[in-house]
């Protein structure tokens, strides 16, 4: 038998509890277990490894001196240079070993003479191989000394850290700072020292300072993060295992392969998943739960995050480390749901990890130590290989006696002991790039195996008394089931349990106390402290040169009547300090208008940052930290605004028209303001004038009286202006967001201020509404299929092809990409209230979730069985589906102009065809699904599927009241109509948010390179702000919940007005141009023609103001548009119209109607201007592939944000268009 079949066999007998048989004349051999030190402590006793190199500054001068200056382009080359000459070198290597060991010299030639002749027949790619073997057999592949000698100092520096040492010359001390050398660092470095640049000259930002520390620099030291003093360690988890076995001992179910091919398959699954499965102690089902809630961007996954996963059971982990004793954790996570059974509640399972890597460790495996050290001597012998259980070898005078012990005997080792033998005795080969294994295959997700895991469904206080009954019956099972496991374990009796990390206890014990103080302050009456606060800054210099925006003033109220002025943080900080000693102030939120870029002033600071909210590389939120009791909130107005309202478009919004006469927001020459002149105080208006865009010079001098800043016909004081226009933005800012407050509070009965965002303040009004009751909350695998569900609104032209309408435009039936229409009566038909529409005519899914089953998936492939499935409250079947599906055309399919059928292409973007991949799964709701049937004649097959079998209709009645409320108040000029737009279009949006699988860290200087070293695995992106570092790491454990399938549910509904409408019109013969969404662009004459089909298809009006009805949205601000004559649609979010527009006078005029995806207006506008034409004919250039570049700082302020988290202006930012 097999070495391969032995131990394969005794592993499939052996999946729980193993029995020892032994025979009496025999003597017992106890089996090997791992090395452990019963006095373990967590603290090691080695001594602290040399981590620091230290040199002088002039050491590194040298070094860097010496070697030939080279581009950053140049050091990239260089390394890749070598890497290619090792790998080369490697097949050069192997084509030599082949050939000297099959072919003499002489056979060699008649090789080659015949390998001559057969090219003539070889295919191209044949020769192309040939040649290139053949090439790099006869390369020679030296360097030269300096670039061998480049290398090896650039190698030194790179990826290490520079801890430069200087000294203070405000305080007189020394002190230090730690910086990443990245290659660009080290090129900055070259060109200061030989070029002899001033790095002022150079650079800004984090690349700055380290230049400019540098250069203040007393000692330097380089800091190589393998070699750490004894107090910073490594973070212990488990990955893949870099290596691969080269014995023929069946490694598989450790997840180690034979070759790299079957070790990239084996390694597929996460190891931790994999020991688990392995263990036979979860079914597939709870292993799925347990998986959904790893994150799949991480290969490696750490100790303490196994704690934090829900559905495991007890764990005995050994960690196993080369020259160390093994380690022993016990790990007990009872985190049960009420979603759990007793029946599945797994047993204690042994697991080990050793580099990095998580394995299922077997108590006995049939293998001896003896075997595996001697294999590499031995392995030739077929007597040494006809079995593992190697007992002895005695060496005789002609051979080897082998002696092993019996089947009976069976004595084995741990599977951790194997491998770690394994691994002493040279019998695993390291793979040379690890890096094959982070391949996250781009997969369909089908439906759970079981919904149950992944839902979340309120609980009754009573229920919740059961609950903590069950749970607690459940740890005290769980605990009598550990410590049998344990005693069940030979060699570990009286072993203490070691915890992770000396630091991990630390963190507990300052989580414990920081629950306590949250239940303290829960108790003490809350005195909230609203803030409105703004700052100004410069972004030119004295030479109208751009450069980093400085904070020249703060201004800030409570009230918006009473002012306080500062120029940094810290004055605000003070005053929030009084404010809490004198008026028993406990909570404090300060409100920033665009939060993002007023950050970058306050971040800079010497402030200690508890936490920040991040998304999409926005700051949102963050909390400063000032004392142990005292913190203060930092929050972006705009996000409850809507990001595309600016303070100029508050009063607008919020106040009567006679406040909109008091409070407004002034006008600024920003790029007037220097540091200089701010600090000189006075400043000409002639000059300034030229600052403030579109305003006039009049109306400046308006705004500077107003100010009491007039100094004379042509000087203004700059200070007493800008304190007055920050005092007006600030005054704006509170006034309309106390105004929003009481609206909120008024007619919704909710906290404004207790939301980051206008879609969560409006998902709780519906939660508070009952729209919610009886719907659950998905996570982890659950909401990863529901996510695939998530098909935003239709953008298109027609057939995805260039569309010009006008008579002008000639027809050219040889161009297939572009179509022209000779008419000249475009309008814009908009669905009124598109998704709250959709709202007023569903449901929300209410219930459990469950998989199909097989009977159910055959019930529902029948297309009669799909449609009894209806919206209305009479539906024969209240099941809502969620289908994976394959598609096929029937022989009746309709190709569409505007497809139902869509896919992500590979740059991610969603396209809308007619053709489509019958091999694909698509992803649909019962209600898509439906649409593709009826409207394209689509044949499909369920591949898995969930259901959701109860509706809660309160949505209904509750979106038609809001959205009747907000018609009357909008009649009446109530401000308040614009909080109802609001509310009534942002909460389907949270529904569908995506799974935020990073969090940000703060990290200190001081504890950077700990930090970074620590967690480097993890890491994604790391931003210096002063002497701060943000660091977005890759959370672990991801179980957060949303309800995705009311959010989907809602955009298919929302399509579904759609598709009724545009493919009535298509079927009628209506030409569609272009759809963005909620409208769409057809002829004004065709526009009765639908009106009356549509009526005799659905019975109700088409056209309207009502909800889901359709009406003209084309405006202009010069009068009335009557039509559109010409337009030209290039693509998605990218057409120009021209409208005709009757003035109020009754005169005719021209206005138009632009789009540009990442354009601005501003910049089409002068594009026009620089080719002296109109926009029309500018795109019409564009639908000739003509490539036309567009200024988008073109009229107005243009910045951008660096690495160091400052903001530069620019003067240009061209942007290349071409189609």
């Known amino acids: 038998m097999g070495i391969k079949n032995i131990i394969n066999r005794n592993n499939r007998n052996n999946q729980g509890q193993r029995t020892v048989k032994t025979i009496k004349t025999v003597r017992k051999v106890k089996p090997t277990q791992p090395k452990i030190n019963s006095n373990h402590s967590t603290k090691t006793n080695h001594k602290p490894s040399k981590a620091r190199v230290s040199l002088q500054k002039t050491t590194i001068d040298m070094y860097l001196r010496h070697i030939p200056y080279i581009s950053l382009e140049q050091l990239n080359t260089l390394l890749q240079q070598k890497i290619t000459k090792k790998q080369k070198q490697q097949v050069k290597d192997q084509i030599t070993k082949i ?29 192309k191989e040939y040649m290139q073997v053949h090439q790099i057999y006869n390369t020679s592949f030296e360097l030269s000394f300096f670039q061998e000698f480049t290398i090896e100092i650039l190698e030194h520096y790179i990826n290490n850290y520079i801890k430069i040492t200087f000294l203070n010359q405000d305080t007189g001390r020394e002190e230090h700072k730690i910086f990443l050398i990245t290659k660009d660092t080290i090129i900055d470095l070259m060109e200061l020292i030989h070029k002899g640049k001033n790095y002022e000259d150079m650079l800004t930002g984090s690349d700055r300072e380290i230049l400019q520390t540098y250069y203040q620099a007393t000692k330097v030291e380089i800091i190589t993060p393998n070699e750490f003093k004894s107090s910073q360690y490594k973070k212990r988890k488990g990955a893949y295992f870099n290596y691969i076995n080269i014995t023929e001992v069946d490694l598989e179910r450790y997840q180690i392969g034979n070759n790299e091919q079957e070790h990239l398959q084996l390694s597929k699954t996460q190891c931790f998943i994999h020991s688990l499965r392995q263990s036979g102690e979860y079914s597939e089902s709870l292993i799925e739960y347990i998986q959904s809630q790893m994150n799949e961007d991480n290969i490696q996954f750490s100790f303490l995050s196994i704690k934090k996963l829900n559905g495991l059971g007890p764990i005995h982990l050994t960690y196993y480390e080369d020259g160390k004793n093994d380690r022993v954790y016990d790990i007990n996570t009872i985190n049960y749901k009420e979603t759990k059974t007793e029946t599945e509640t797994p047993k204690l399972v042994n697991i080990g990890c050793y580099k990095n890597h998580y394995f299922i460790n077997d108590k006995s495996v049939p293998i001896s130590k003896v075997w595996i050290k001697n294999y590499k001597e031995h392995h030739n012998s077929p007597t040494f290989m006809k ?17 092993f012990y019996t089947d009976d005997q069976n004595i084995g080792i741990s599977a951790g002991t194997m491998i770690t033998t394994m691994m002493e005795s040279g019998l695993f080969q390291e793979i040379e790039n690890p890096n094959i294994y982070n391949q996250n295959e781009d997969k369909p997700i089908s439906a759970p195996i079981d919904c149950k895991p992944f839902q979340k469904i309120s609980l009754t206080k009573e229920k919740d ?20 496991g344990i005693k069940g ?42 803030i409105y606060a703004d700052f100004e800054s410069t972004t030119k210099d004295e030479n109208n040169n751009n450069i980093v925006h400085k904070p020249f003033l703060l201004c800030w109220t409570v009230n918006g009547d009473e002012f306080y002025h500062g120029r940094t943080i810290f004055s605000l900080i003070e005053f929030i300090q009084d404010k809490a000693v004198q008026e028993s102030y406990n909570k404090f939120l300060v409100l920033y208008h665009n939060l993002s870029y007023d950050a970058s002033f306050i971040l800079q600071q010497q402030i200690k940052i508890s936490s920040i909210l991040k998304p999409d590389n926005q700051i949102i939120q963050f909390t400063v930290q000032i004392k142990h009791h005292l913190s203060i909130v930092f929050r972006d107005s705009m996000r409850l605004t809507g990001n595309d309202v600016s303070v100029s478009k508050m009063p607008a919004m919020f106040f009567t028209k006679e406040m909109q006469s008091k409070i407004y927001k002034e006008i600024f020459p920003y790029t007037y303001y220097t540091m200089n002149r701010y600090l000189t105080k006075l400043g000409s208006i002639e000059e300034a004038s030229k ?38 933005d600030v005054r704006v800012l509170s006034k309309s967001m106390q105004i929003f407050e ?28 009952g729209c919610f009751k009886g719907c659950v909350q998905v ?42 229409i000779n008419k000249d009566d475009t309008t814009d038909d908009d669905c009124t209230s598109m998704y709250p529409s959709a709202q007023r005519r569903m449901y929300y899914p209410a219930g459990e979730c469950k998989t199909l089953t097989k009977e159910q998936i055959q019930y529902y492939n029948n297309p009669n069985n799909l449609f009894k499935i209806t919206l209305d409250e009479k539906s024969k079947d209240k099941s809502t589906l969620y289908l994976e599906v394959k598609l096929k055309k029937s022989k009746s399919f309709i190709k569409r102009d505007f497809p139902l059928i869509s896919y992500k292409n590979k740059d991610g973007v969603r396209m809308f065809t007619n053709d489509f991949d019958t091999e694909r799964s698509y992803f649909y709701d019962h209600i898509s699904l439906q649409d593709l049937i009826t409207f394209q004649h689509v044949e499909y097959e369920i591949v898995s599927g969930v259901r959701f079998t109860s509706r809660n209709y309160n949505i209904q009645n509750i979106i038609y009241e809001m959205f009747t409320k907000r018609q009357e108040f909008k009649k009446q000029g109530n401000p308040v109509q614009i909080i109802y737009k609001l509310m009534l279009n942002s909460s389907y949006g949270k529904t569908i948010e995506a799974v935020h699988n990073t969090e940000d860290v703060i990290v200190t200087e001081k504890k950077y390179v700990d930090y970074i070293y620590k967690n480097k695995d993890f890491i994604k992106e790391i931003t210096q702000i002063g002497d701060k570092y943000i660091v977005n790491v890759r959370s672990e454990v991801v179980d957060q919940t949303a309800y995705t399938y009311i959010g989907v549910l809602i955009l298919s509904v929302s399509k579904r007005i759609m598709n009724e409408v545009m493919c009535t019109a298509e079927d009628t013969g209506i030409k569609i141009y272009y759809q963005d969404t909620d409208s769409i662009q057809i002829s004004k004459a065709d526009v009765p023609i639908l009106n009356d089909a549509f009526f005799k298809k659905y019975s109700r009006e088409r056209q309207g103001k009502g909800m889901g009805q359709f009406h003209e949205d084309y405006e202009s601000k010069k009068g009335e548009v009557t039509h559109a004559s010409r337009a030209i649609y290039l693509g998605k979010k990218f057409y120009a119209v021209e409208l005709q527009v009757e003035t109020k006078k009754g005169e005719q005029d021209i206005d138009y109607h632009l789009r540009g995806k990442g354009v ?48 530069v202006s620019r003067e240009s930012f061209i942007r290349k268009v071409k189609f």
């Open 742 to 769: 009481q609206m909120i509070k008024e007619h919704f009965n909710l906290d404004l201020f207790k939301y980051v965002s206008i879609s969560s303040l409006s998902l709780e009004s519906q939660k508070q509404s």
């Open 465 to 484: 008394l059961q609950q903590k009954e069950w749970e607690d019956k459940q740890q005290k099972r769980l605990l009598d089931q550990y410590n049998e």
């Open 1160 to 1207: 601005t207006t501003q910049s089409i506008l002068k594009k026009c201007q620089d080719y002296n034409c109109d926009p029309i004919e500018l795109y019409n250039k564009l639908s000739n592939h003509e490539e036309i570049e567009f200024d988008l700082c073109t009229d107005k302020p243009c910045f951008e944000k660096n690495k160091a988290y400052e903001y």
């Open 779 to 820: 996570t982890g695998q659950l909401r990863k299929f529901l996510q695939q569900f998530v098909i935003g609104g239709r953008v298109m032209t027609a057939n995805n092809k260039i569309i010009k309408v006008g008579k002008e435009f000639p027809i050219d039936l040889e161009n297939k990409q572009v179509v022209v």
């Open 489 to 530: 374990i030979e060699g570990i009796e009286g072993i203490e349990q070691e915890k992770l990390e000396e630091t991990e206890e630390t963190e507990e014990q300052e989580e414990t106390e920081e629950t306590e103080e949250t239940e303290e302050k829960e108790k003490r009456e809350i005195r909230q402290l609203i």
């Open 387 to 403: 079995s593992t259980n190697l007992k002895q070898i005695r060496k005789t005078t002609k051979s080897y006696c082998y002696s």
């Open 691 to 728: 600052h403030i865009g579109k305003h006039t010079k009049e109306e400046f001098i308006f705004s500077i009286k107003n100010a009491q800043a007039y100094v004379d016909e042509d000087t203004f004081d700059l200070q007493q202006y800008a304190l007055y226009y920050c005092e007006q």
């Open 99 to 127: 050939e000297e060991k099959q072919l003499t010299r002489q056979q060699m030639q008649e090789k080659i003479e015949q390998q001559k002749l057969k090219i003539k027949t070889y295919t191209p790619t044949q020769i």
